[in-house]
């Protein structure tokens, strides 16, 4: 089964700090995804990566940067967090021909 | 991005048919996905469309018809677990690598 884990399942933080999240994939999948899920708006792409050091924007990428220096592992940045970034936050992998996407467990970070 | 409706709320009782309906506009059509998502917890994989008709696994079918830009999710025999929200997704052929686009999801609740 693919597994797809992110580092935390609930996180908070303060204004202005700075953000990581950690999402690893264990099945050599090209494409990875951050997504954020808020009530009444679905799910948002933040980013996403088809392969190692390689960036797509996606929907929102406004406060958000990413690092993918190994395939398996996508970080997600808040550089410097706002209130407005309390949400639920989704890791997703795929292979590279557009199969389902596999979504990791969920962070929800608030921001205080 | 593309324009994915699908009804907010749906209530059914146990034992019960549901359908939850999904209608989409998009330039270049390249599968249909749905996926179940309980309270807190991630998206799951239910089932993918590319071309017409109907897809039957166990309790869940999934029906499309690219020329109406309608797809539909059948669940049958109700239980109180298939509470949940049910998220539509399409894959656009234009899109970079298989991203997906979601619709906002629709809560079923179901009654004993």
């Known amino acids: 089964d693919v597994k797809v884990t992110q580092s935390s399942r609930y996180l908070v933080k303060r204004t202005g700090e700075k953000v990581f999240l950690e999402c690893v994939q264990d099945m050599d999948h090209e494409n990875m995804f951050w997504y954020r899920q808020d009530p009444g708006l679905g799910l948002r792409l933040i980013y996403f990566s088809y392969d190692v050091k390689m960036k797509e924007k996606g929907d929102i990428p406004e406060g958000y940067s990413v690092s993918r220096e190994k395939k398996e592992r996508f970080s997600l940045i808040l550089e410097s967090a706002s209130t407005n970034q309390t949400s639920m936050y989704l890791c997703a992998s795929s292979l590279v021909t557009g199969s389902e996407a596999f979504f990791g467990q969920g962070t929800r970070l608030t921001v205080v | 991005g593309q324009n994915i409706d699908q009804p907010t709320e749906m209530t059914a009782t146990e034992g019960a048919i549901v359908q939850i309906n999904c209608t989409y506009q998009t330039s270049g059509f390249n599968g249909l996905f749905w996926y179940q998502q309980h309270a807190g917890e991630a998206p799951t994989f239910l089932s993918y469309?590319?071309?017409?008709g109907l897809e039957e696994k166990g309790r869940f079918s999934s029906f499309l018809s690219r020329s109406k830009g309608y797809s539909y999710l059948l669940l049958k025999e109700l239980q109180m677990k298939d509470s949940a929200s049910y998220l539509c997704a399409v894959r656009d052929r234009g899109s970079t690598l298989g991203r997906l686009y979601f619709g906002r999801g629709t809560q079923l609740t179901v009654w004993p």
């Open positions: 469309n590319v071309l017409d």
